[in-house]
């Protein structure tokens, strides 16, 4: 619904935070841009970013402290380059579930992090995972 109030009877500070939110929403649009292909994510440890590529293979590691589900992607296991870990006690919060990725095209926002020779983001919630459309 469109507001008939002229603009000079908002409040003063109002179109200020009306440029700063303008300006924060452009800010997010640019990095949303700025995917990480997940053969490339070694190259940005240490940052935070968001990384996109196929689900190559999914595993629950339910013998593992934390029951942990991994997601590799940039390349197939064991010569993948990327690994998103979800921990167990998230997992319930996916819907879908985490194995349902395989195959997909996602992108992963985090820290990104160095485990062993390969790049890691520890995803903090189901938020940090989105399907997307890669081209």
Known sequence: MK?????????PGALALAALAASMSLSFAASAQEAIPAE?????????????????????ATNTEGEPTFLYMGGNFPRHTFTARIPGSIRGTFTPAPEELR?????????????????????????????????
Not at 3 to 11: G, H, Q
Not at 42 to 58: A, N, P
Not at 108 to 134: C, F, H, K, T, Y
């Open 40 to 60: 490339h994510a070694v190259r940005f440890i240490g940052t935070t970013g968001m990384v996109c590529g196929t689900v190559e293979r999914t595993r629950h």
């Open 103 to 135: 195959g997909q095209d996602v992108c992963i926002s985090g820290s990104i992090q160095r485990d062993a020779s390969r790049a890691e983001i520890a995803v903090s919630s189901a938020a940090d995972i989105r399907i997307a459309d890669i081209r």
């Open 3 to 11: 507001s008939t109030r002229p603009m000079a009877a908002t409040r």
